[in-house]
C-alpha cells in the first residue's frame, strides 16, 4: 500500500527521498564521509572532525545572536542564548571519546594520508576563538591562500567579541568599564574585575545570572581545550603539528589563555 507520506516522497539520485532527507541533508552529510585509507580509525577521526566543525558554526549562530541582544540591552535573552551554548559543549565536549583511546600505531596508519590538513587550519574555530575575545593577527597567516576565508576572519578579529559586548552592556548600566573593542593582546584590566565584583555583590540578579552564564562558558570551553590537549598527548605526543604548528606545545599554550579573564579574577576579591 502507497501511504500518503510515500507519494510526497521525491526521487533523488535515484534513492527515495523523505521531507526528513531533504530537510536534514542526508544525502550531503553521509557523502562526506570520504576516508582516504583503508584504517579502520579514519572513519571515526573524520567524522568525530566533521561534528565538531557544525558545532564551531553553531556556537558562532548563538554567539552573533546574543551580541544582538546584549547590544540592545537584553540581558535576560542573552542569558538565555549563552546558556543554551554552554550545553551545546555538552555534545562537543563528548565528541572526543571517540578520539580519545587513539593510539599512536593507530593514528599513524591514516596520518600521513592527510598530508598538510590539521585543525589548525579550522577557520570556523578561529572564529569561535575570535568571537570569546582570544584574538591573535598571526592566526589569519594560513588562511591568506584563501582571500574570502581570510577576509572573514580579518574582520572578525577586529569586530567586537562576545566579551566586549557584554561589558559595553555593563558600561551603559552605569559601571566604570571600557565601552569599546579590546585591543589584540589587552592585559585585563582592574575596572572591569571592580565591575564584576560589585555585579556578584550588588541586588541585580540579571546581571549575575549573565556573568554565572558566561563562566559555564568558559568552563565548558576551557574543557573542550583540555581533552583536546590529552587526545593529542595520547595519540601522537609532543610531535609537529601535521599543519606546520608546534602540535602539543601549541595546544598547551593556547590553554593557558584564559578566557573571560576579570570574572575569574573577581572570585578572589569576593
Not at 260 to 265: G, L, Q, S
Request: include cysteine; charged fraction near 25%.
Amino acid at each position: 500500500m502507497v501511504t500518503h507520506a510515500m507519494e510526497q516522497a521525491e526521487v533523488a539520485g535515484g534513492q527515495l527521498a523523505t521531507p526528513y532527507d531533504e530537510y536534514v541533508g542526508t544525502a550531503v552529510l553521509h557523502g562526506l564521509l570520504r576516508p582516504l585509507t583503508d584504517a579502520p580509525e579514519e572513519p571515526a577521526f573524520l567524522v568525530t572532525t566533521q561534528v565538531m566543525e557544525l558545532y564551531f558554526g553553531l556556537l558562532c549562530t548563538e554567539w552573533r545572536l546574543a551580541q544582538r541582544q546584549l547590544d540592545a540591552g537584553d540581558a535576560a535573552a542573552a542569558t538565555t542564548t549563552l546558556r543554551r551554548s554552554a550545553w551545546h559543549f555538552e555534545a562537543l565536549n563528548a565528541a572526543w571519546a571517540s578520539l580519545s583511546r587513539l593510539t599512536p600505531g593507530q593514528f599513524n596508519r591514516f596520518r600521513e594520508a592527510l598530508g598538510e590538513a590539521s585543525g589548525f587550519q579550522s577557520a570556523m574555530y578561529r572564529h569561535v576563538e575570535f568571537l570569546l575575545g582570544t584574538k591573535s593577527t598571526v592566526l589569519l597567516r594560513p588562511y591568506r591562500r584563501t582571500p574570502e576565508v581570510y577576509a572573514e576572519l580579518e574582520a572578525a578579529l577586529h569586530a567586537p567579541s562576545l566579551y566586549d559586548s557584554v561589558v559595553s552592556l555593563l558600561a551603559r548600566r552605569g559601571f566604570d568599564v571600557p565601552d569599546g573593542v579590546r585591543a589584540e593582546g589587552a592585559e585585563p584590566d582592574p575596572r572591569v574585575e571592580a565591575a564584576w565584583l560589585e555585579v556578584y555583590q550588588g541586588d541585580d540578579d540579571g546581571l549575575r545570572e549573565l556573568a554565572e552564564s558566561l563562566v559555564d562558558l568558559a568552563t565548558q570551553f576551557s574543557d573542550w581545550r583540555y581533552r583536546h590537549v590529552l587526545a593529542v598527548r595520547r595519540s601522537m605526543g609532543a610531535k609537529p603539528g601535521s599543519g606546520g604548528s608546534s602540535g602539543l606545545r601549541f595546544l598547551e599554550q593556547s590553554m593557558r589563555r584564559e578566557i573571560f579573564p576579570e570574572m575569574w579574577a573577581a572570585r578572589t576579591a569576593m
